[in-house]
């Protein structure tokens, strides 16, 4: 029985250990979110879409630190009705900013603050800071759970769903977002506030239906650097 009970009590020690580690890390949730922000921080340029759907808005960003360019999109998209654009503007480098007016023309301004300019979104993205572009992993590894949901397709690329659950005094927000089964990077995320974002063109060239001012000027920041 002494042997018999010591058997025993290693498979019950291990059951706890395996129990413990599933309960603070399901499925491996930390590790393959991990690897995410590690692919997000390699992404030189790519496409987001967010759709709010119960406010009628999409949003839409276009991203390339490679000329430091950042569009920045936003249309009332009510149903049964065409888009309404409300909002369209590119960001070049770390002072230049090109706003459509009404007229369809578009105006330009210099500014010395550095936030939100091209130049400070490729930064940040490169440190994995951005919170309105891509998801805030940082914060997601920080406070959140996390669990393994099914594989799907989504724009063309085979990704793993898993969702999440913030612990925060200033976040309870709960989605889901579909990592792409191959580079990690994110595809979808889904949140509980009506909130869906779309990702696609990652570190491909990006063309952009801007006016030929954006893109000298561009040329002549990447000449700069």
């Known amino acids: ?48 879409v967010y759709l709010d759907t119960a406010k009628h808005t999409e949003r839409l960003w276009e991203v390339d630190c490679n000329r430091s360019i950042v569009h920045k999109q936003s249309q009332d998209v009510q149903p049964g009705t065409d888009p309404v654009t409300k909002e369209d503007e590119f960001f070049v480098g770390s002072d230049l900013k090109y706003t459509r007016n009404s007229g369809g023309s578009w105006d330009r301004t210099t500014y010395t603050a550095k936030v939100y300019s091209a130049s400070w979104y490729c930064d940040n993205l490169a440190q994995g800071t951005i919170r309105d572009l891509v998801p805030d992993v940082r914060a997601m590894l920080r406070s959140a759970t996390f669990g393994k949901g099914d594989k799907k397709t989504v724009n063309g690329v085979r990704c793993q769903n898993w969702t999440f659950t913030m612990h925060s005094s200033t976040s309870g927000v709960r989605g889901s977002v579909c990592m792409g089964l191959e580079d990690h990077l994110p595809y979808e995320m889904i949140t509980d506030d009506t909130g869906h974002y779309s990702y696609t063109d990652y570190n491909r060239p990006i063309q952009f239906d801007a006016p030929e001012a954006v893109l000298q000027a561009a040329s002549s920041t990447s000449g700069s650097n």
């Open 1 to 48: 029985m002494g042997k018999a009970f010591w058997i025993g009590a290693i498979v019950l020690a291990g059951l706890f250990v395996w129990a413990v580690g599933y309960v603070v890390t399901p499925d491996n949730g930390d590790a393959e979110f991990q690897k995410m922000l590690e692919a997000t921080e390699k992404v030189k340029s790519f496409r987001g």
